[in-house]
């Protein structure tokens, strides 16, 4: 939170940052937090009335999202960032042991998983979530990134960027971005863009919004892929 774009963001008075430590709500004489589960097995499970106690404190009055990070929550993306940056104010609970006692559940307003693997804990979780959404807000991204622009904003992965030099160890920058033709440039980047979509995430090139240029262009990779696999070259 000291570097880079959420330093910005919280210098520029866009977004401030606090964390509580839930310990802080346990009333016992060990400032316990978890407790082991009903009906046995491993591991521990965080007790509610602490996790209740700390909600309470933090969100005071006020409505706002109170959003648990939790494996078992709907997956974080793009639009789910888009929607969180609406509100001014967001209260982000991090899981922690094996999970939270289920009850808790009555006092979030959503859970959200960052995708299919296993964290420690909520904590980077978080992190993740806040990072997304503080890009998302109004003034954080410079003019020449202005998040609209970015991957995942168009629904398509972004096209390959070179500086210079324009040969390094025998790999060459592609002639047409050197060639001043914007044009050409603009439509090889499209290109560019729909193939790696296409060959890494055809999950995201069903969702999209083409063109029928797009579409003629994805005709052109299809045939140049199919092409070189028949030759056994490599596509990319
Ligand atoms: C990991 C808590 C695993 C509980 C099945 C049976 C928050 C997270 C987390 C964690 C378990 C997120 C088990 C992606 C994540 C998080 C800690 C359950 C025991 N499983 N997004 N027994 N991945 N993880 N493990 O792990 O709190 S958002």
Request: charged share 25%.
């Amino acid at each position: 939170m000291q570097h880079s774009m959420m330093w910005k963001a919280q210098q520029m008075g866009a977004l401030t940052f606090y964390t509580h430590d839930i310990r802080a709500y346990s009333t016992t004489a060990y400032r316990q937090v978890d407790d082991t589960p009903y009906g046995g097995g491993g591991g521990m499970i965080m007790k509610v009335d602490v996790l209740v106690r700390a909600i309470e404190a933090v969100r005071g009055d006020d409505t706002c999202p109170v959003i648990l990070t939790s494996p078992q929550g709907r997956v974080f993306t793009h639009n789910v960032a888009l929607e969180l940056a609406q509100h001014p104010r967001l209260v982000l609970l991090c899981g922690h042991y094996e999970g939270v006692d289920e009850r808790v559940r009555h006092f979030i307003t959503d859970d959200i998983s960052i995708g299919d693997y296993v964290l420690t804990g909520g904590e980077l979780a978080a992190m993740v979530i806040i990072d997304a959404v503080v890009r998302q807000l109004d003034g954080v991204l410079g003019a020449e990134g202005g998040a609209a622009n970015e991957s995942h904003a168009d629904g398509l992965l972004e096209h390959p960027h070179y500086t210079r030099p324009a040969s390094f160890r025998g790999l060459d920058v592609p002639d047409v971005l050197q060639s001043g033709n914007h044009e050409a440039i603009a439509k090889w980047r499209r290109k560019q863009a729909l193939a790696r979509t296409w060959q890494h995430r055809p999950d995201l090139l069903r969702r999209a919004q083409l063109s029928e240029e797009d579409k003629y262009l994805l005709g052109e990779v299809a045939r140049a892929a199919a092409e070189a696999r028949r030759d056994g070259r490599q596509f990319f």
